[in-house]
T-cell receptor, first 115, second 116 residues
Framework: DSGVTQTPKHLITATGQRVTLRCSPR?????VYWYQQSLDQGLQFLIQ???????AKGNILERFSAQQFPDLHSELNLSSLELGDSALYFC??????????????FGAGSRLTVL | AQSVTQPDIHITVSEGASLELRCNYS??????LFWYVQSPGQGLQLLLK??????LVQGIKGFEAEFKRSQSSFNLRKPSVHWSDAAEYFC??????????????FGKGTKLSVKP
C-alpha cells in the first residue's frame, strides 16, 4: 500500500457520459498529480495541484477538469467521454510544490473503459 | 524540449541472467533521475533515484543504476533476475520547472518478461 488511495479501481461507462475519479494523497503530502496512461501515448501528465491551488497544467483536455479540496483530496472529472478516453488514470502525491527532486508516490490507478 | 528515451520496448531474459535496461535523457543541466516499476495491475513504485554525488546508485529489490553524464544515460541493472521482476520499467527525469510537462517526464517504458 503506497498510501495514495484512488477510487474507483475500475469504471465502465458509455460515450457521452461523465465520471469522477477520486484521489486521497499520502498523509502529509500537499501536491497531487494526475497522469493518464494509454498504450499509444504512454504516461501523460495532466495536471498538478498544490495545497488546493492549480500548480501546473499538462495535456489535459478541456472536457476534463480537476480540483483539490481543503482536506487535500482531489477529484478528476471527465465529461463527454469518448472511446479514446479509455485509459488508466493515476494519481500521485508528493510533499513539495515544484521541484525536480520531488519523489512521487503513485496510487494503484483507476481503469476507465468507455464503450 | 526535455525528453526521456527508452530504446527497448520489450526485453525477455532468463531467470538468473543479468539485466540492463537502457535510458537516455535530453536535458541541458544535470537532471534528477528516477526509475519506477509498474507490476501488472499496480501503480508505479520508485526503484531508485539519482540527485547528485556517487553516480552508481542502489535501489530496492537488488537494482542499481549508473548515471553517465557524457552519454546522457541512466541505465538500470540487476545481476540476477527473478521471475517476480517481470514488470514494466519507466525511466524519468525530474525538472524544477517542467511547465506543461510537469515535474516528472517519463520514458515510454520497457516491458520485461522473464523466462523460467
Amino acid at each position: 500500500d503506497s498510501g495514495v488511495t484512488q477510487t474507483p479501481k475500475h469504471l465502465i461507462t458509455a460515450t457521452g457520459q461523465r465520471v469522477t475519479l477520486r484521489c486521497s494523497p499520502r498523509s502529509g503530502d500537499l501536491s497531487v498529480y494526475w497522469y493518464q496512461q494509454s498504450l499509444d501515448q504512454g504516461l501523460q501528465f495532466l495536471i498538478q495541484y498544490y495545497n488546493g491551488e492549480e500548480r501546473a497544467k499538462g495535456n489535459i483536455l478541456e472536457r476534463f477538469s480537476a480540483q483539490q479540496f481543503p482536506d487535500l483530496h482531489s477529484e478528476l472529472n471527465l465529461s463527454s467521454l469518448e472511446l479514446g478516453d479509455s485509459a488508466l488514470y493515476f494519481c500521485a502525491s508528493s510533499p513539495r510544490r515544484n521541484s525536480g527532486a520531488n519523489v512521487l508516490t503513485f496510487g494503484a490507478g483507476s481503469r476507465l473503459t468507455v464503450l | 524540449a526535455q525528453s526521456v528515451t527508452q530504446p527497448d520496448i520489450h526485453i525477455t531474459v532468463s531467470e538468473g541472467a543479468s539485466l540492463e535496461l537502457r535510458c537516455n535523457y535530453s536535458y541541458g543541466a544535470t537532471p534528477y533521475l528516477f526509475w519506477y516499476v509498474q507490476s501488472p495491475g499496480q501503480g508505479l513504485q520508485l526503484l531508485l533515484k539519482y540527485f547528485s554525488g556517487d553516480t552508481l546508485v542502489q535501489g530496492i529489490k537488488g537494482f542499481e543504476a549508473e548515471f553517465k553524464r557524457s552519454q546522457s544515460s541512466f541505465n538500470l541493472r540487476k545481476p540476477s533476475v527473478h521471475w517476480s521482476d517481470a514488470a514494466e520499467y519507466f525511466c524519468a527525469v525530474g525538472l524544477n520547472y517542467g511547465g506543461s510537462q510537469g515535474n516528472l517526464i517519463f520514458g515510454k517504458g520497457t516491458k520485461l518478461s522473464v523466462k523460467p
